[in-house]
């Protein structure tokens, strides 16, 4: 039996797809043989939504590892914290997580060797946590995987810093933690992609594992979309919104078809966002009674909401999500407003499930929500599902994948 050490700022009962990934792996590996150590901030200190439901899965051999820490946004309310992001970004770098990093580097020795760890898997963002790949380096002769669940040196946020020298700071932390790392998870091609160009010396290192699905979330029968009971058309979106997650033409088109043809198409919105916000985005949909608004839901309730309405909604312009992976295999439709083609419609229309439409071609949204009413009307709706290309994102065969690159090592 191999002894595997995962590191993460997250872990249940927080909730989100970083935790899905890391309670999956963990699930499936005690399944060949690992014994699975999670070293994580005590669930009371790190401000995260509530998802107790993803302990469920959690094998009975997995043991918790929690050195403890204060997390200063549990201790300021959230508007004040607003203005602490410059002091924050000076002296808290490259995030707040690092008093937690701190405290694990004085523990560190004594976990991996008190458990005899043989292999060290650490899960970023929080970026912080790459800081503990050349500790772990420095301590013991094992390898040490290092999971980006979103790129560092190029991502959105980190580009919204001016500064040469934070930017400096950051490169230099990343080559330092890839040069310790025996493997680098990748989560989508277009990442993979962009690193394998700006590191060339460690393009073997890379490893593209994206996010997934668990088959043992979904019941062994998918309910038919065409045979739902619901009284109307039932568009579902999950996951927070904003501008670089839109769904508002969804909502536009939405009421628009309502009072210009006299046509309830609801929106079944499960998002995180607060009450207030919601009530003023969606007024007119309220107004008409065409919003079912659901909040923040554990894992396996949002699976339900999906597979209790017709169509999925991918958010605008389409950056990359890990929803996708569920939406796949709920086998309904996936519906794409975009005004430009991204790496993550690409992976819809591989897998066999894209609607998708022009926002730059005028009424292109509102004419396709027409015929999918239509559609339910008629009782067609359909999707044709690549199901070659959908079991490859199992939480199995990713799982797989992982043991094989560990045995290798």
């Not at 999670?38 to 094998?59: C, E, F, G, Q």
């Not at 239509?374 to 065969?397: C, P, T």
Request: aromatic letters at 12%; charged letters at 20%; proline letters at 6%.
């Amino acid at each position: 039996m191999k002894n595997i050490l995962f590191i993460s700022s997250y872990f249940p009962p927080a909730g989100g797809v970083g935790v899905q990934r890391l309670c999956k792996f963990c699930k499936y590996l005690s399944r060949m043989d690992y014994k699975p150590f999670v070293l994580t901030p005590a669930a009371w200190s790190v401000k995260r939504n509530i998802d107790s439901s993803m302990a469920y899965d959690l094998p009975k051999n997995l043991e918790l590892i929690n050195p403890g820490f204060i997390d200063l946004r549990r201790l300021v309310p959230g508007e004040i914290a607003k203005h602490f992001k410059a002091w924050e970004r000076q002296h808290l770098f490259p995030d707040n997580m690092i008093q937690w990093v701190k405290v694990v580097q004085k523990r560190l020795p004594a976990i991996i060797r008190d458990h005899r760890i043989d292999v060290v898997y650490i899960t970023v963002p929080h970026f912080s946590l790459l800081k503990l790949v050349s500790e772990v380096k420095a301590i013991a002769d094992i390898p040490v995987i290092t999971d980006l669940r979103d790129p560092y040196s190029f991502n959105f946020y980190t580009g919204q810093v001016s500064d040469p020298h934070y930017q400096q700071r950051v490169n230099m932390l990343e080559q330092k933690a890839f040069s310790n790392s025996d493997a680098i998870l990748l989560v989508t091609q277009n990442i993979h992609e962009e690193y394998a160009q700006r590191y060339p010396e460690w393009k073997s290192r890379f490893v593209y594992l994206p996010n997934g699905y668990d088959d043992e979330d979904y019941p062994e029968q998918i309910p038919d979309v065409n045979s739902l009971p619901n009284p109307t058309l039932t568009l579902c979106y999950t996951g927070s919104y904003s501008s670089m997650a839109s769904i508002m033409p969804y909502r536009d088109a939405i009421s628009d078809i309502y009072q210009q043809h006299h046509k309830r198409i609801v929106l079944k919105l499960l998002a995180p966002n607060k009450r207030k916000r919601i009530k003023r985005d969606f007024k007119s949909l309220i107004k008409f009674n065409l919003l079912d608004y659901q909040g923040f839901a554990p894992h396996k309730q949002a699976i339900a909401h999906l597979l209790s309405s017709h169509v999925l909604l991918y958010p605008v312009p389409g950056f990359f999500s890990g929803k996708i992976y569920e939406y796949f295999r709920a086998q309904r439709p996936i519906l794409c407003a975009m005004n430009e083609e991204r790496d993550s419609h690409q992976l819809i229309r591989q897998a066999g499930t894209g609607l998708f439409v022009d926002l730059n071609k005028q009424d292109s949204l509102t004419d396709t929500l027409l015929n999918l009413y239509q559609q339910w009307e008629n009782k067609k709706i359909s999707v044709a599902l690549n199901w070659d290309f959908i079991h490859s994102f199992s939480s199995q065969q990713r799982t797989q994948t992982l043991n094989s690159l560990i045995r290798s090592m």
